[in-house]
Antibody
Framework: QVQLVESGGGVVQPGRSLRLSCAAS????????IHWVRQAPGKGLEWVAL????????YYADSVKGRFTISRDNSKNTLYLQMNSLRAEDTAVYYC???????????????WGQGTLVSVSS | QSVLTQPPSASGTPGQRVTISCSGS????????VNWYQQLPGTAPKLLIY???RRPSGVPDRFSGSKSGTSASLAISGLQSEDEADYYC??????????FGGGTKLTVL
């Protein structure tokens, strides 16, 4: 079955960096675009970034543009999120999630990982 | 502040029908499809409705979605206690960025 397992979260000081990973299994990883979505404590979902199936195209939310970098290694079935210049407002559970197309060609996010908590605090 | 607008809370008694609205604009819902996610306490979001009104396998037909113009709605009929959760609508904007609603907390009285 489809599995997405995030790791790399933890407590980090403001201004420092952290790299998250998302290990995928149960599907052909190299055929799917993957997203990062975050959720601050007690808050709603916020889309963070998207990378195309081949890694060529990347899209970012304005709130992280220039600080976060999404990447993937299809040979390792792994997605990454490099987070630099972290701020208190980046504190959240970070989920990786798979994108799919329905029979009509419309795009949606179907499977989500369990998330990893990033806490930015001095 | 979320791009899509949802009521922060909704409630109903067992067996009732409840609807949750989601309002956007011409650059997101108006030109893209809408998906709905259910998030039970302490768990990851789960896909409930995709492409406006399609249900993934395993989702009961008590859940249905619709879209009209720049708005969408999720309907839950035959409300059950296990439906108590947060519900999020989601779409895309013209820059291919994902957009979410702020979430609606559903309480089963």
């Amino acid at each position: 079955q489809v599995q997405l397992v995030e790791s790399g979260g933890g407590v980090v000081q403001p201004g420092r960096s952290l790299r998250l990973s998302c290990a995928a299994s149960g599907f052909s990883f190299s055929s799917y675009a993957i997203h990062w979505v975050r959720q601050a404590p007690g808050k709603g979902l916020e889309w963070v970034a998207l990378i195309s199936y081949d890694g060529r195209n990347k899209y970012y939310a304005d709130s992280v543009k220039g600080r976060f970098t999404i990447s993937r290694d299809n040979s390792k079935n792994t997605l990454y999120l490099q987070m630099n210049s972290l701020r208190a407002e980046d504190t959240a559970v970070y989920y990786c999630a798979r994108g799919s197309y329905d029979v009509s060609g419309y795009y949606y996010v179907d499977y989500w990982g369990q998330g990893t908590l990033v806490s930015v605090s001095s | 502040q979320s791009v899509l607008t949802q009521p922060p809370s909704a409630s109903g008694t067992p067996g009732q029908r409840v609807t949750i609205s989601c309002s956007g604009s011409s650059s997101d819902i108006g030109s893209n499809t809408v998906n709905w996610y259910q998030q039970l306490p302490g768990t990851a979001p789960k896909l409930l409705i995709y492409t406006n009104n399609r249900r993934p396998s395993g989702v009961p037909d008590r859940f249905s979605g619709s879209k009209s113009g720049t708005s969408a709605s999720l309907a839950i009929s035959g409300l059950q206690s296990e439906d108590e959760a947060d519900y999020y609508c989601a779409s895309w904007d013209d820059s291919l960025n994902g957009v979410f609603g702020g979430g609606t907390k559903l309480t089963v009285l």
